[in-house]
C-alpha cells in the first residue's frame, strides 16, 4: 500500500503549469486548478478558480435573475451559475475560487497542461519513454505523449519517473517551474524546489533547491507536500511550435489537390501523382496529429477501382457520417489536436481537410 500511495503522490507532484489543470472526482465533480498540497493522511487540497458539479435536482434551489443564475446545495451557495445539463441530475459549472481538502482515494484522474521547457522521462520494466505526461488515472495508470503518440503506461510497470530539461545542452534550472515543491521532511528544514527524479523501487528521489543544488532525498521522510506559485518564474528554454500543421504518425502529410463543389460539398480529386504523394505506414496505429484549430477524417480507399484519374469521393457531410472511420480516441495537447486510429487494416487511406481542399493518401501496410 505504501508503494502506491508513493506512486500516486509522484503523479500528482508531475507537470504542474500556470496553466489550469483539471481535477475529477469519481463522483463526477471536475476542478479546474491544482493540487496545492498533499498529507501523509492521504488527503489532498485542490486549490481551483473554477468547478463543475452534478447533483440530484431535488436538492438543489435555483435562483434566476435576469442573465444571473444562482444555485444553493445544502450549505453551499453558488453564484454566476452555468446550467449545463437538467433532469433528475442537474450538471452545472461555477468559476466561482476556493479551495477544498479531499481523499487521494477519491479522485478519479488529473490532466496536466504542457510544460515548455522540460521533458518528463519514464522508466518502466520494459523500455524508458519521453514526453509528457497528459494524465493521470490515480493508482492506475499515467498518459504520456511521445512523439505524437499517446502511450498508456500502468503504474505498476513503472520503476522511476524524472524530468529533464527540454534543450539538451541546457541543465535544468529553478525558473523553469511555475510552480515550486515546498516538502516538509523529517529530521531536516523544510525544502522549497522541484521534485526532478523519483524512484520508486527503492524510494530514492531528487530534488532541485532554489540555489540551483540537487540534493539526495528519501520519500519515506517526506511528511507533507505543497505547491506554492514561483516568483522567478522564467521559461528559459523554448521550444518552438511545431510549423507542421497537419503529421501522420510523426511525419509530415503528403498532400494532393482537392476540389471542393461549394453547393453541394463534392469532393473530388486527381490521383495523377498519387505515386509521389503517398505515406507508407507500417503499423495498424495511425496517428493524426493537427493543429487545434483543423479538423480532418480519415477515409478508406481504393486507386485501383477508379476508372479515370479524376474520382469523386462524395458530399463531406455523408462521408464524415457514413463512410469516416471513428478515431479510438481524440484529445487536444501541447496546442494540437490528437486523433488516434487503433487496428487500422492493411490498404490505402485518405486524410481529408475538406476545409483545406486537400487529402493525403496513406498506404497503411500492416507490417
Not at 442537474?90 to 484522474?109: C, N, P, R
Not at 504520456?144 to 520503476?159: A, E, G, L, P
Not at 519517473?161 to 515546498?182: G, W
Not at 524512484?199 to 520519500?219: E, K, Q, Y
Request: with cysteine; charged share 25%.
Amino acid at each position: 500500500m505504501k508503494k502506491r500511495i508513493l506512486l500516486a503522490l509522484a503523479a500528482l507532484a508531475a507537470g504542474f503549469s500556470l496553466s489550469a489543470q483539471e481535477v475529477a472526482l469519481k463522483n463526477g465533480t471536475l476542478y479546474t486548478g491544482y493540487v496545492s498540497e498533499q498529507t501523509p493522511a492521504g488527503k489532498v487540497c485542490i486549490t481551483y478558480s473554477g468547478a463543475q458539479f452534478s447533483a440530484p435536482g431535488d436538492s438543489l434551489k435555483v435562483y434566476s435573475n435576469g442573465d444571473n443564475t444562482q444555485i444553493r446545495w445544502g450549505d453551499k451557495f453558488f453564484e454566476s451559475v452555468y446550467i449545463l445539463e437538467e433532469g433528475d441530475m442537474v450538471t452545472f459549472q461555477t468559476y466561482q475560487s476556493g479551495s477544498v481538502y479531499v481523499k487521494l482515494a477519491d479522485i478519479d484522474w488529473i490532466s496536466y497542461p504542457y510544460m515548455e521547457s522540460v521533458r518528463d522521462v519514464v522508466v518502466t520494466s520494459e523500455q524508458t519513454y519521453e514526453g509528457h505526461i497528459m494524465e493521470t488515472v490515480v493508482g492506475k495508470y499515467i498518459k504520456m505523449n511521445v512523439n505524437d503518440r499517446v502511450v498508456t503506461i500502468s503504474d505498476k510497470k513503472i520503476r522511476s519517473q524524472s524530468r529533464v530539461s527540454a534543450d539538451k545542452e541546457k541543465s535544468l534550472n529553478i525558473k523553469m517551474f511555475p510552480y515550486l515543491d515546498v516538502y516538509d521532511v523529517k529530521d531536516m528544514a523544510t525544502l522549497t524546489g522541484a521534485l526532478v527524479s523519483q524512484n520508486f523501487v527503492d524510494g530514492s528521489a531528487i530534488f532541485l533547491t532554489r540555489d540551483g543544488s540537487l540534493m539526495p532525498l528519501s520519500v519515506s521522510k517526506i511528511t507533507g507536500i505543497r505547491k506554492v506559485p514561483n516568483e522567478a518564474y522564467d521559461d528559459t528554454a523554448p521550444v518552438e511550435a511545431d510549423t507542421v500543421d497537419v503529421r501522420i504518425n510523426g511525419k509530415p502529410a503528403l498532400w494532393l489537390e482537392a476540389k471542393i463543389d461549394k453547393k453541394k460539398e463534392i469532393v473530388s480529386f486527381s490521383i495523377k501523382d498519387l505515386g509521389k504523394n503517398i505515406l507508407a505506414v507500417t503499423d495498424s496505429y495511425v496517428s493524426v496529429n493537427m493543429v487545434e484549430k483543423k479538423d480532418m477524417m480519415l477515409l478508406p480507399f481504393d486507386p485501383f477501382s477508379a476508372k479515370s484519374q479524376s474520382i469523386t469521393l462524395g458530399k463531406a457531410s455523408e462521408l464524415a457520417e457514413d463512410v469516416a472511420i471513428k478515431p479510438s480516441s481524440a484529445m487536444t495537447s501541447l496546442g494540437r489536436k490528437i486523433m488516434e486510429y487503433d487496428e487500422v487494416k492493411p490498404g490505402f487511406y485518405l486524410v481529408v481537410d475538406v476545409k483545406g481542399a486537400r487529402v493525403a493518401p496513406l498506404w497503411v501496410t500492416g507490417r
